[in-house]
């Protein structure tokens, strides 16, 4: 049984079948599945951004458009993102090893947080897509 707190503090039963739909009907389901990410270009420059990402940095997609990615993070400036026509290696491992990064948001703040890479190729058109998950961990 699954309890689904309504906000009188009272409390109804629900199927899982009907806490999903309502779920799902609160907001569309694009929304459930688009994290904070950008889309790039194998020279870093950013395509395109996510809504998600557009609302955690205060910035608008048209804004972002053909900038490179070390305006966002200055720690990738002059990193090439892809070497020899591969991910770059070690970018891929501090990735993979849950390494910080600072982002920085519209008004110049850092924003504490890990980066994952995925490599797409698509009808012979190659781009990264960069997700961005804030983190908690505090930076000295």
């Known amino acids: ?71 966002l993070i200055p720690k990738l400036e002059g990193v090439e993102l892809i070497q020899d026509g591969q991910f770059n290696p070690l970018l891929n491992y501090l990735c993979h090893c849950g390494h910080i990064y600072q982002i920085l948001n519209q008004q110049g703040e850092a924003i504490i947080s890990n980066l994952s890479f995925v490599r797409i190729e698509y009808e012979g058109k190659r781009t990264l897509k960069l997700i961005v998950r804030p983190s908690d961990k505090v930076v000295s």
């Open 1 to 71: 049984m699954n309890l689904l707190r309504v906000e009188n503090a009272n409390f109804e039963n629900h199927t899982p079948s009907q806490v999903s739909r309502q779920k799902l009907t609160d907001k569309p389901l694009t929304e459930h599945y688009d994290p904070p990410s950008l889309s790039l270009d194998e020279r870093g420059m950013i395509l395109e951004c996510s809504k998600a990402f557009e609302m955690l940095f205060g910035f608008r997609r048209h804004e972002l458009a053909w900038q490179h990615i070390s305006k």
